[in-house]
């Protein structure tokens, strides 16, 4: 089966997309093709494009492209504006980084249910798989397992008779239950209690999992999201004052220096930080270096 994870399109919400996003073996990009809406879209002030290179970014490999509304009475199921979108998509998942000849762009429609689950009769033009199929057709990616646990808390619930429940998604690591969890960056220890998924009981949890796993003596209060579940025997996560990163600016109205102060979204948390030192302007593609200390 397939875990969806529903992010949102809105500029606003952002930092929610960055956190679905980062928990994704693979994007599925949805594209209106109405006339009109999906211009609006790849424009630069739409949210396509902006979409497609946070993906690419966080580590999400492996796209699928669903052209939707094709029942749109601006299209009517056409080949020529399918043809069209796909190329416009084409040449901007190029620039990304993306490599478009392995990416399949299906023309759907949510709404009427075209190539969703099976083909679609009314656009008989098309040859390639429909959604379903294209994502059985996806590589399952490799697993780290073998690295010590990283699990960064998606929620945190209390369940009446059973007691708090983070669940978030297994990066790195096993979770089993009788483990003595650590929370960074508080340093919280605390043993698991029972680890499940969809609401079945686990032996243990490998990557990729989404999870929920009940902890001993521990106040909801104690914990939030953002903190990152890891064994307390096997290199636990701690905080960190400070770190060197690699930065894509996707688009910035001035300019950025040293002790430039963005919030900085990472995996599930959400966190003021500074710039301290620029070292380094490089290439995103090649990674060499352009321009030093700029």
């Keep these: ?31 209106a093709s109405g006339v009109g809406e999906f211009e609006a879209g790849i424009s630069k002030e739409g949210q396509t494009r902006e979409h497609a290179l946070l993906a690419f970014t966080l580590g999400v490999k492996q796209m699928i492209v ?25 040449t901007y998942l190029k620039k990304v980084g993306y490599k478009p000849a392995k990416i399949p762009f299906v023309p759907i429609s949510g709404w009427e249910g075209d190539n969703m689950i099976d083909r679609s009769s009314n656009m008989p033009w098309y040859k390639g798989p429909y959604l379903l199929e294209a994502l059985d057709n996806l590589n399952p990616p490799k697993r780290p397992s073998d690295k010590p646990l990283r699990l960064p808390l998606q929620d945190v619930y209390k369940i009446g008779g059973i007691g708090t429940v983070p669940v978030g998604r297994v990066e790195t690591g096993v979770i089993k239950p009788g483990m003595v969890a650590t929370f960074g960056p508080v340093g919280l220890s605390t043993e698991v209690k029972s680890v499940e998924m969809h609401h079945e009981s686990l032996p243990e949890a490998v990557p990729g999992d989404n999870v929920g796993f009940n902890v001993k003596n521990v106040s909801v209060k104690e914990l939030r999201r953002g ?68």
Excluded: W
């Design 1 to 31: 089966f397939f875990t969806v994870i529903d992010a949102p399109g809105h500029r606003d919400f952002i930092k929610n997309m960055i956190t679905g996003t980062s928990q994704a073996d693979c994007a599925i990009l949805v594209v």
């Design 66 to 90: 669903a052209i939707n509304k094709m029942d749109d009475s601006s299209v009517m199921y056409g080949q020529a504006r399918y043809e069209e979108i796909k190329s416009e998509v084409t």
């Design 227 to 294: 903190f990152v579940a890891s064994d307390s025997k096997n290199d636990p996560a701690k905080g960190t004052q400070d770190f060197t990163a690699q930065v894509i600016v996707l688009n910035h109205p001035g300019q950025i220096g040293n002790g430039y102060s963005p919030v900085l979204d990472c995996h599930t948390a959400h966190v003021a930080c500074k710039f301290k030192e620029i070292t380094e302007k490089m290439d995103r593609r090649s990674g060499k270096v352009l321009e030093t200390a700029p």
